[in-house]
């Protein structure tokens, strides 16, 4: 439910929007309702990714009552009775690609069409408003040149949401929707539904349970918000188009995601003196060593702080206690067993593999591609290697993968170092910029959990804290300890079916706008 749109002192402009609030013209069949559960992920997940410093929308408060609501959490017919919620959030804008598609020509595969096709009215207004207030330099400059003025609009929101899913990437964060109408048209984060953040660096990750194809999986986040942006050049192409939309899509989405990438990823890993092209594969062998030895994707990244500069005093020292680090990081032969079992049987990927061989197209609009059948064989592979598999196997190899990692790694750490260089000052250096970039805390589900579970029995200290951890996610300092309580009131209202209800006003916190 839309409240309104403020400006601020500093010129900026907020929307003021209710989730959960009931039913609106737009709710479907749907009642309209959030609960307590989904309303806490939300909150604490825009907070998180607000203070590890990427573009999102945010969340000021939670209240929620004494009324409940049938939900299926895991679509598996075991339906509970859940705590009505409303959560009330802001941003500059919650447009997104989908505000677009109201107006959208005949689909041949659905057979659909928008609602205000043909709009044409409607389509300049929200064209106009979305450019003038949100780019306005775009809008000032090439106003009378609505061509011009949307090709640069187009390349300004490709580059905002290449920039969104290389931070994304970066800090392990797995989106779960990534459909048109989640997707910002500024370039934020937007709509926390079955979100995650990875914990054993899985790259075909799924967060989603009604996802089993793996179309929003983490490693497919970059290919799939790239072609959600050619869903939106499609519709913008009555002013822009389409063969002009794809080219800037083409030029700029991948160039932009990989050079923010690649920077982040420097600095995660204190290369802060050089870009070198070599840089690339020690990066991606990182990761293929986390991925083949099952080890935990947040610690191990903020573990790397722990070695020092070759040449420096106790270098050696320091190499052992990364390798000790991330070895302890690494998960069992059971645990990895389960992060490779198949998605489907035998059977069925059989009848997948045929289609994909002589009928690929049909194979897509079930949902499933070649990514999926290629992981599905890879993970029986996988599991087929682990079956003989001791403890004391995967421990012999997870040391002889990550010394063969730290080494190349130490390789590159030299190429930092000259002869001029202070090591003391250097080695400083390194860790803030490595601590102020690998986040110690980020929101686990595990975590967020035990904090629903508290609040769903009236005890919000748990969400408290867990606030207060995400609230500085680089910190240093022991946040488990002595964490400050904070009172959550009661307060007797009377509705207008169920009069003296003890409603609990949850105000979580205040985004600072």
């Known amino acids: 439910m839309y409240l309104g749109e403020v400006v601020n002192r500093k010129g900026e402009r907020w929307e003021l929007q209710l989730k959960g609030a009931g039913p609106t013209p737009y709710s479907r069949d749907a009642d309209g309702r959030k609960v307590l559960r989904s309303s806490i992920r939300e909150y604490l997940c825009s907070e998180a990714m607000h203070?590890?410093?990427?573009?999102?929308?945010?969340?000021?408060?939670?209240?929620?009552?004494?009324?409940?609501?049938?939900?299926?959490?895991?679509?598996?017919?075991?339906?509970?009775?859940?705590?009505?919620?409303?959560?009330?959030?802001?941003?500059?804008?919650?447009?997104?690609?989908?505000?677009?598609?109201?107006?959208?020509?005949?689909?041949?595969?659905?057979?659909?069409?928008?609602?205000?096709?043909?709009?044409?009215?409607?389509?300049?207004?929200?064209?106009?408003?979305?450019?003038?207030?949100?780019?306005?330099?775009?809008?000032?400059?090439?106003?009378?040149?609505?061509?011009?003025?949307?090709?640069?609009f187009f390349k300004e929101v490709v580059i905002k949401t290449a920039h969104l899913v290389a931070n994304w990437q970066c800090v392990g964060f797995c989106h779960g929707v990534l459909n048109t109408d989640n997707m910002s048209i500024v370039g934020l984060t937007i709509d926390y539904g079955p979100f995650g953040f990875l914990d054993y660096y899985n790259p075909d990750h799924i967060c989603n349970g009604s996802d089993s194809a793996g179309r929003y999986s983490f490693a497919n986040q970059p290919k799939i918000c790239g072609w959600n942006l050619a869903k939106l050049a499609e519709v913008l192409q009555r002013v822009l188009p389409l063969e002009e939309g794809r080219s800037i899509l083409e030029e700029t989405y991948f160039e932009a995601f990989d050079d923010k990438f690649m920077s982040q990823m420097r600095k995660k890993l204190g290369l802060i003196r050089k870009n070198?092209?070599?840089?690339?594969?020690?990066?991606?062998?990182?990761?293929?060593?986390?991925?083949?030895?099952?080890?935990?994707?947040?610690?191990?990244?903020?573990?790397l702080n722990?070695?020092?500069?070759?040449?420096?005093?106790?270098?050696?020292?320091?190499?052992?206690k990364l390798k000790s680090h991330l070895m302890k990081q690494c998960c069992t032969v059971e645990e990895l067993r389960i992060l490779h079992k198949p998605v489907i049987n035998e059977s069925e990927l059989m009848v997948y593999a045929t289609l994909l061989t002589q009928q690929p197209e049909l194979l897509e609009s079930l949902g499933k591609g070649a990514d999926f059948v290629k992981n599905e064989i890879e993970k029986r592979k996988k599991l087929n290697s682990l079956k003989d598999c001791s403890g004391e196997m995967k421990t012999a190899k997870d040391s002889e993968l990550w010394q063969h990692w730290i080494n190349q790694y130490s390789d590159r750490l030299q190429l930092e170092v000259d002869n001029q260089c202070n090591f003391d000052d250097l080695n400083l250096e390194r860790v803030k910029i490595m601590n102020s970039t690998n986040p110690r805390f980020v929101l686990r589900n595990y975590l967020l959990q035990v904090a629903i579970d508290a609040a769903e029995r009236g005890d919000y200290s748990e969400v408290q804290k867990l606030l207060k951890i995400l609230e500085d996610p680089f910190s240093d300092a022991n946040l488990f300890e002595d964490t400050p309580e904070i009172n959550t009131g009661s307060v007797e209202v009377e509705e207008q079916n169920d009069s003296?209800?003890?409603?609990?006003?949850?105000?979580?916190?205040?985004?600072h706008v």
Do not use: W
């Open 51 to 152: 203070n590890l410093n990427i573009p999102t929308t945010r969340a000021l408060a939670c209240v929620t009552s004494g009324s409940k609501v049938v939900r299926d959490i895991y679509y598996d017919g075991h339906p509970i009775l859940e705590r009505c919620t409303v959560v009330s959030r802001l941003a500059p804008t919650f447009l997104r690609f989908g505000s677009f598609e109201i107006f959208k020509t005949l689909d041949s595969m659905s057979g659909r069409i928008g609602p205000s096709v043909g709009r044409t009215d409607l389509f300049d207004q929200l064209l106009d408003y979305i450019i003038s207030s949100f780019y306005p330099k775009v809008y000032e400059t090439f106003c009378d040149d609505r061509r011009k003025m949307c090709a640069v």
């Open 500 to 511: 003296n209800i003890d409603r609990r006003i949850l105000e979580i916190g205040r985004a």
């Open 276 to 303: 070198l092209p070599e840089d690339r594969q020690l990066i991606e062998d990182f990761l293929n060593t986390m991925a083949e030895t099952g080890a935990d994707f947040t610690n191990c990244f903020r573990g």
């Open 306 to 320: 722990q070695i020092l500069l070759p040449g420096s005093r106790d270098f050696d020292l320091s190499s052992e």
